[in-house]
């Protein structure tokens, strides 16, 4: 998501059109090249900014615990990382100062850089992570992300106050790329030994600001960390962050937060609508960050392991039954390039399969006819001995925008003309949640964000179909392909990189034949800022924006 400061990924604002310049980030923000037109001037210290956020408010500060986008978001601003990654993309030492790893791939040892103090005072030491890591490991912790991204750790153990060992069960190729991740941020391990319930509410990192307070279904209040110095030295500026503070406010409603942040009563807003952002770049007074998430792209994951999808002729159906294109085209602006691939395209080994994804009603009615699904109902819908060829697609309103969940209807509508029902359920979080812990889902669109490739692993090998401590597993459409886990293995272990692209890119080729899913787009991650909002654009490795650098003028 990162000791002289490294550089921070820097997105630039879209100008005329809707896309942005993509540079890769570090996990608290550096100094940066000026936005066009929008960083002259002589910093000002002071001023709170106020970010609205239309995500699910976290039921925890910790991003530990469970593990989510929303947390990553906030937790951004008060806790730092092992590893970040620097302009070009490069991961490279944050907290950690150093990293070695043994010819077998079995032991590797971190390096803790010395000198840095969490916000309650206590010392970052090999201890420290040591402790972290537990944390995350600990199945009382209830972590999903992050014990994922641990996974392969088998024991630990701190050689001296800077040294950490740790033992693994089998190599792991993407161990500082998940270092790199606010999941798997560095927490004081004196805060750690609260109760959950306190560690929740306030989590205690090294970062350039700390949560003093948090009115739920309200705000977090962060306050600056006067005492911060950045782990790496960087261009820009040192000692602690200009603004006094942030006030991260939750606003559900995407037209209260646009009027919010017209009306100049916020400074940032996620989430942004399309047709808003379209609305928004003709303006003076509002400017756009574009910001694609790494790991996964959007997708519709199709569940392989119950009727009528374990058959793989009916998964190739539906594909080609619905229009992805016209939909995107209709309803995104040119916000959302369509991709082919499970990977987002800001991971460079993402493979395409863009021939396989035509919209093509005809053979969509060939294979059902192949698959025996030949008859109609009085609807017009098919059936197989007498039972509806019926898809049931839990949404979440709090991780699907309306543009997004416009869309799901058009694919309903397209797939009702080959005979295809989809049940579109607009549910909670908590809800949502449910109906894929109970397996009642055909369908499902469940972002996942990571850095780098290994997030195949996460989402279509077979050990994924197994819940991690918090309840959640994440391969949603069921594969259980001995072929595939074979080639994730030996991609996610191979110090070869060439092999390790061409596991890769195996593994990704099996996934999208088989049908298993429905790659739409890359994870949207749009903010829109007032331009009185200076030298905005840095971000973490996953993508969410921080504010070190980032000044009000008056």
Request: proline share 6%.
């Amino acid at each position: 998501m990162n000791n002289v400061r490294p550089l921070a990924r820097r997105l630039f604002p879209a100008a005329f059109g809707l896309a942005a310049a993509l540079v890769l980030a570090g996990c608290a923000p550096a100094t940066t090249a000026p936005e066009s037109g929008n960083d002259a001037g002589t910093p000002v210290a002071g001023g709170t900014l106020v970010y609205a956020s239309g995500d699910a408010e976290p039921s925890c500060l910790d991003p530990h615990v469970g593990g989510n986008y929303p947390q990553a978001l906030v937790s951004s601003q008060y806790l730092e990382t092992l590893y970040t990654k620097d302009a070009e993309g490069k991961l490279i030492p944050w907290l950690a100062e150093d990293s070695t790893v043994s010819q077998d791939g079995l032991t590797r040892t971190l390096k803790i850089r010395e000198g840095i103090k969490f916000t309650d005072g206590t010392a970052l030491d090999a201890a420290a992570v040591k402790a972290n890591f537990e944390h995350l490991l600990d199945p009382k912790t209830a972590s999903s992300t992050g014990y994922l991204a641990l996974g392969k750790i088998d024991s630990m153990k701190a050689l001296d106050a800077a040294t950490l060992e740790l033992k693994l069960k089998s190599p792991d190729n993407s161990l500082l790329e998940s270092f790199s991740m606010p999941w798997v941020a560095i927490e004081s391990p004196t805060a750690l030994k609260r109760s959950q319930e306190e560690n929740c509410a306030a989590p205690v990192g090294t970062g350039p600001f700390k949560v003093e307070s948090w009115k739920k279904q309200d705000a977090v209040n962060l306050v600056r960390n006067e005492d911060y110095v950045q782990p790496v030295a960087t261009d820009g500026h040192e000692g602690a962050a200009y603004l006094d503070g942030i006030t991260w406010r939750f606003i559900p409603e995407a037209a209260t937060r646009y009027a919010a942040l017209q009306a100049g009563e916020v400074q940032v807003i996620d989430n942004a609508q399309p047709d808003t952002i379209a609305a928004a770049i003709k303006l003076q007074t509002i400017k756009h960050l574009d910001a694609p998430r790494p790991g996964a792209s959007n997708r519709i994951e199709l569940n392989s392991s119950k009727a009528p999808f374990n058959d793989s002729k009916v998964r190739e159906a539906f594909i080609h039954a619905v229009n992805v294109d016209a939909g995107i085209d209709s309803l995104f602006f040119g916000t959302a390039p369509r991709s082919y691939s499970p990977l987002s395209s800001v991971e460079p080994l993402a493979y395409s399969a863009e021939p396989l994804f035509a919209y093509d009603p005809a053979k969509a009615g060939e294979l059902l006819d192949s698959a025996g699904w030949t008859e109609r109902d009085s609807e017009g819908y098919r059936t197989k001995d007498g039972k509806r060829l019926s898809l049931v697609f839990p949404v979440s309103t709090s991780q699907s925008i309306p543009a997004e969940q416009s869309l799901f209807e058009q694919l309903q509508a397209t797939a009702k003309e080959s005979g295809i029902e989809i049940k579109i359920n607009l549910l909670d979080l908590s809800s949502w949640y449910g109906e894929l812990f109970k397996n009642d889902y055909n369908l499902v669109s469940a972002p996942y964000t990571k850095v780098g490739p290994s997030v195949l692993s996460i989402l279509f090998h077979s050990d994924s179909t197994i819940p991690a401590p918090s309840g959640y597993f994440a391969n949603l459409s069921q594969v259980k392909d001995p072929a595939l886990d074979e080639l994730l293995d030996a991609a996610g272990s191979t110090a070869d990189e060439a092999e390790r692209k061409d596991k890769y890119a195996q593994a990704q080729k099996l996934v999208l034949e088989g049908h298993y899913l429905l790659p739409l787009y890359d994870q949207q991650n749009h903010f829109l800022y007032s331009e009185k909002l200076k030298n905005v654009g840095a971000t973490t490795a996953v993508a969410t924006p921080t504010f070190f650098d980032t000044w009000l003028a008056k």
